[in-house]
Nanobody, 115 residues
């Protein structure tokens, strides 16, 4: 079965950095678009960044220039490098696999940015 396991969340001060990881199994990772979403308390889940099969990436405007999504095909892992973190980046972060049979989600990892 398809499984996504996120890691790398934590508590960081404003201006700091974190790198989230999402290891994927159960599908052909090299041809699966991947995305990172986040959900803050009381808010809807929102797209943060997406990377296509070709490696092309797009970002939510609020994270452009600060966050970078990448993928390591050999490790079946997608990353989200987050720099210059702000308090408004505090949320649970989820990775999503956009597979042919449907979308699959990880369990989420908490990111808390203290100001």
């Amino acid at each position: 079965q398809v499984q996504l396991v996120e890691s790398g969340g934590g508590l960081v001060q404003a201006g700091g950095s974190l790198r989230l990881s999402c290891k994927v199994s159960g599908l052909t990772f090299s041809i699966c678009p991947m995305a990172w979403f986040r959900q803050a308390p009381g808010k809807e889940r929102e797209l943060v960044a997406r990377i296509g099969m070709s490696g092309s990436a797009n970002y939510q405007d609020s994270v452009k220039g600060r966050f970078t999504i990448t993928r390591d095909i050999a490790k079946n892992t997608v990353y989200l490098q987050m720099n210059s973190l702000k308090s408004e980046d505090t949320a649970v972060y989820y990775c999503k696999a956009e597979w042919f049979s449907g979308d699959y989600w990880g369990q989420g990892t908490q990111v808390t940015v203290s100001s």
